[in-house]
């Protein structure tokens, strides 16, 4: 499974591809970050965002956008670039029919160091290991993408059954309430 | 001028299209709203409000988008929602090379009623007499909609003036540095 995980944010958005499935070894193709300029126009910072993760999409072709989901614990202002910065990332997988994974700060965190309040530098730390790399990957959002896509990889299966047993316990509680009612 | 108001929400985007100048009587060419299903994906939601602001932009070609400045205030859930529909439209305007107004609520509200702190009522029965509709817009979101274009309206010509009288300041400054450093 090919992820582009997406660290969302108005002047700087995390962007990195990770390929593989759990309890492999995984693979980095890219990381980078997509950058507008703080001064422009609110408008043309997201058509600059847009365009970016267009050709991280392009050049890629992952098969799903993992990209961090929003809270407002943090500042106001912070919280609603970052939100707008995602909505343009979702917007671009979904228009190509990519499925889009929400993960939490913490449960990055969690995937990746084994506990949801490691700081920036342990998840810079373990991404190096977890990928191979000489260095942990600069800026702390480029790391930070990779840790999601991570994430998402190691999380899904664990997702996926609990999906599954989701949609077989509604199976049997549906053919038990038809039963009844016949 | 010609303004798209845009009240953005996930579940409800109010549209309104509404040509004039400040000072003389508006003209509404358009009002209505931009639905996505609750239980949707979040990524195809934002697809859809794409499609449909795209719609707009097509049909009424608009010269500018006037969307809500989006504020923290509120549940935070409703607010992250806000946000990234308002991405959203921005981006669909920006991407033409439109340029983007924000407003805030007040503003709004103030613009229309002479009250910020108007309630719903009030600004659907000032939307309706301004515009000389027979009803006033149902649901709220498009009535908010056309709100926003006329606030944009009567309020641009204090921003220009206010624009320009900055601009002035800036280059006098720059002159007046210039010519002690000289």
Known sequence: MRVLGVDPGLTRCG???VE?????????????VVRTPPDAELGLRLVAIEQGIERWLDEYEPELL???RV???????TVMGTAQASAVAMLCAARRGLPVALHTP????????????ADK???GAMVTRLLRLDAPPKPA??????????CHIWRAPAQNRLQQAVALHAAHASKALKGRTA
Chains 1, 2 share one sequence.
């Not at 809270?71 to 202002?77: D, E, L, T």
């Not at 913490?106 to 309040?117: D, I, L, M, P, Y």
């Open 106 to 117: 913490s449960e990055v965190k969690a995937a990746v160091t084994g506990s949801g309040r």
């Open 66 to 68: 993992a990209v961090e």
């Open 20 to 32: 593989g499935i759990a309890g492999r070894p995984l693979t980095m193709h890219g990381v980078g």
């Open 15 to 17: 962007v990195g591809v």
């Open 71 to 77: 809270f407002s614990q943090h500042n106001v202002r």
């Open 141 to 150: 959002d480029a790391a930070d993408a990779l840790a999601l896509a991570i």
């Open 121 to 123: 530098a342990q998840v």
